[in-house]
């Protein structure tokens, strides 16, 4: 009798540490690879695979991080910050997240959500008016680029902003049409700039036609810019404010910005693009996109423009924080972001028969997805949730395997990405 209650008690025990590390949210540690079912051995063909491209001349350098359980097993800098000046790459290196960016204003969009202060399924026009009555691109005329429209079905709602099947597209980096009716507008892209405003921006945006009805198709483009400026409305606050205060202090995410303080600056890694050969080189202070793009855009002085599509900059470290918040349920150390059954929302399929046209795949409130419809040709485990950034980024999270995971580049455009593809495999195949 002793022996069974003992057993139970022991059981009671540790269901309850259980549960408090689930309510504490568990912290990132660093931790040997063999000891969290990686073989060592086999997740060093990820740095053979980076110094095979760094010694190609493909890429200058990459950043990786991978922890499962919250334990760091990898992080390291392989190549070149600055090539050109024998500038080595390191761990703590700040970059261009671009449209990482992403998934933080979705969580402050859902953290609104949390406390009762919008719905999902919410007109925008509630909150931004100028996206009231919405019409749809007719005909184009691709010589001066005039068009006519129709009325919109229904109205753009924050759920058709969240999984970009509002109809709204990008600036600069859209296509040939997109580009078009928006440059001539005067609609950016959000990054690369100096000066203007998001509000300046949304509210040029919100006049122009949609390039499909709302919730026909899922089209990339503008719409987490959108969800920026409504965080600004409803929180009273900017969007640089609201993420300090809300979600970088709270999760000590201490290398997060959207422009860099001095004492840091030394730290932005290089931009490289690529020449007419698609050979590497140094990408030039002035770039073009469609639309001039200051390589150094984060290092300016009084930046304005905080575009919630992709304008922060982040460590490896630091956006791992992030990502460890999400794999929590919400909760990271005893700091509590969002609610566990919201983390759900986000990351199950809300786009229900669309795709985003790779391989049937589905997207949730902010990230794409591994369901079981893509599953066998995806690799990951189902419910796996991901994005990347323009400047050659990607990162995923794995519930099942409890893995965090990412790698950075700083490379556009890059026409060698299947990099990302062989480090997933290599980061797979590691465990045991």
């Given amino acids: 009798m002793k022996r069974i209650i003992s057993i139970i008690l022991c059981g009671v025990l540790w269901t309850n540490l259980i549960y408090a590390q689930a309510q504490k949210g568990t912290a990132l540690t660093v931790d040997l690879p063999e000891r969290n079912n990686f073989s060592p051995e086999r997740l060093a063909r990820v740095d053979q695979l980076i110094k ?15 922890a499962k359980n919250g334990h760091i097993v990898y992080h390291k800098a392989i ?28 969580v402050a969009v859902m953290m609104l959500y949390d406390q009762g202060k919008l719905l999902l399924d919410d007109p925008i026009s509630k909150y931004i008016p100028e996206f009231k009555k919405p019409k749809v691109l007719d005909k184009f005329e691709k010589k001066d680029s005039t068009y006519t429209v129709v ?15 509002s109809g709204i597209g990008y600036a600069q980096i859209g296509d040939a049409t997109m580009n078009a009716v928006y440059g001539k507008a005067g609609v950016v892209g959000g990054i690369g700039l100096k000066g203007g405003l998001l509000s300046e921006n949304i509210k040029k945006l919100a006049v122009l036609p949609l390039f499909h009805q709302p919730g026909e198709k899922w089209t990339y483009g503008l719409n987490t810019d959108v969800l920026g400026y409504l965080v600004e409305v409803v929180s009273g606050l900017s969007l640089n404010d609201y993420f300090r205060k809300n ?6 995410m201490k290398d997060t910005y959207f422009y860099i303080p001095q004492a840091k600056r030394n730290r932005l890694a290089m931009l490289y693009t690529e020449d007419k050969e698609h050979h590497l080189i140094k990408a030039p202070e002035l770039m073009k996109v ?11 002085d009084n930046g304005t423009f905080y575009s919630g599509g992709g304008g922060l900059v982040s460590t490896a470290y630091d956006y791992a924080i992030f990502m460890q918040m999400l794999l929590n349920g919400g909760n990271y150390k005893e700091k509590h972001i969002l609610s566990r059954h919201t983390v759900s929302l986000m990351t199950v399929n809300q786009i229900g028969d669309l795709t985003t046209g790779k391989v049937n795949t589905k ?3 902010g990230f794409e ?6 599953y066998p040709k995806i690799l990951g485990s189902v419910g796996t949730f991901s994005w990347g950034g323009m400047f050659s980024s990607k990162y995923w999270i794995d519930p099942e395997e409890k893995i965090v995971a990412q790698f950075v580049l700083q490379l556009f455009p890059n026409s060698h990405s299947e990099i990302h593809d062989k480090i997933k495999v290599l980061v797979y195949q590691a465990l045991e």
Avoid: C, M
Avoid at 52 to 66: P, R, T, Y
Avoid at 247 to 252: A, N, R, T, W
């Fill in 79 to 106: 190549g070149y910050d600055d090539k050109e000046n024998n500038k080595l790459l390191q761990k703590d290196a700040i970059f261009r997240i671009a449209s990482q960016t992403k998934a933080i204003t979705s």
């Fill in 151 to 165: 009325a919109a079905k229904r109205e753009i709602t924050i759920r058709d902003l969240l999984t970009h099947t």
């Fill in 52 to 66: 095979a491209a760094v010694d190609s001349g493909w890429i200058a350098g990459a950043i990786g991080l991978v």
């Fill in 369 to 374: 997805l591994i369901t079981k419809d893509n």
């Fill in 247 to 252: 979600i970088f202090e709270p999760l000590g």
């Fill in 290 to 300: 469609n639309a001039d793009f200051y390589r150094d855009y984060p290092n300016q």
């Fill in 363 to 365: 997207f949730g409130l």
